[in-house]
């Protein structure tokens, strides 16, 4: 029934914004499906990225066969990590840099499309047209910059990637210490790191549940979940500062229309809007 209720209200979010946008139906449907499409992109690569250096760490540890993972090894274990996790604050600084320019410019295409074809029905010359595109493209160029300077709760954007990494070093580090703790030998431990990283924390509390009886479930459920949710919220705030700034720049608009997710779970400002 909630799936059912899930779905009926996807179709009536899609229904208004072919209702809204009228004849440019066709370019506001593409804009919602880039987005979405953009968003499952981004999760899959930093899903990944987590699960590369995760493996890199556990191959690491694995070097030490069935001996005993101990304190020497641990000791070695956190040095490399130190510049595995900066390398992993680079490639996700790269990812989120250019998943914002691409979600500005979806957020931006509609409106660039709506007025470009008017320019055009309305006998503009070519110039005209190269005007409306360099307009955008000043926008969208604000637009990205405005969103690695802003600050939220005192942090600027790489700000909280960093930290974002800090905790994933301390979650994978916590596993370390109660593999020390625990006796472990080296495979097992490299074992641990890799499922809990690609399954999840229930698996991880059933197959090493002295592993995590040392931790009291000090671990979150999805490792990478941290970073998936600072994605989501940047990269939806990209695409609605670009929807912002680029109806404001269109004179044939009426206004901005909030369509709540279809996933919505209860009535707070998101109604209000």
Not at 184 to 192: F, G, L, P, S, W
Request: glycine residues 6%.
């Amino acid at each position: 029934m909630r799936m059912k209720n899930k779905k009926m209200s996807s179709n009536m979010g899609i229904d208004k914004i072919i209702q809204t946008s009228g004849p440019y139906k066709k370019w506001a449907l593409l804009q919602r499906k880039e987005f979405m499409e953009l968003r499952l992109d981004q999760e899959q690569e930093i899903r990944t990225m987590y699960e590369d250096v995760s493996r890199i760490i556990a191959q690491d540890i694995a070097r030490g066969g069935l001996n005993p993972f101990d304190e020497l090894r641990l000791k070695r274990i956190q040095q490399e990590i130190k510049k595995i996790i900066d390398d992993l604050n680079g490639q996700l600084t790269i990812n989120f840099d250019r998943h914002i320019k691409r979600n500005i410019e979806a957020g931006s295409s509609y409106s660039k499309q709506v007025l470009i074809d008017i320019a055009k029905k309305a006998g503009a010359t070519r110039l005209s047209v190269g005007v409306i595109e360099n307009a955008f493209y000043r926008i969208n160029t604000r637009a990205a910059e405005a969103m690695w300077s802003r600050s939220r709760f005192g942090l600027k954007l790489s700000d909280h990637i960093w930290n974002k990494n800090q905790n994933y070093r301390k979650n994978i580090n916590r596993i370390l210490v109660s593999g020390v703790a625990t006796g472990e030998d080296c495979v097992n431990v490299a074992r641990a790191i890799e499922k809990y990283v690609k399954k999840g924390k229930a698996t991880f509390a059933k197959d090493y549940p002295n592993m995590m009886a040392r931790m009291q479930g000090r671990v979150p459920e999805d490792i990478c979940y941290e970073a998936l949710r600072l994605a989501r919220t940047e990269m939806t705030s990209a695409f609605g500062m670009a929807t912002m700034k680029s109806a404001a720049m269109n004179p044939n608009n009426k206004g901005v229309r909030f369509i709540l997710s279809a996933s919505h779970p209860e009535y707070d400002i998101c109604d209000v809007y």
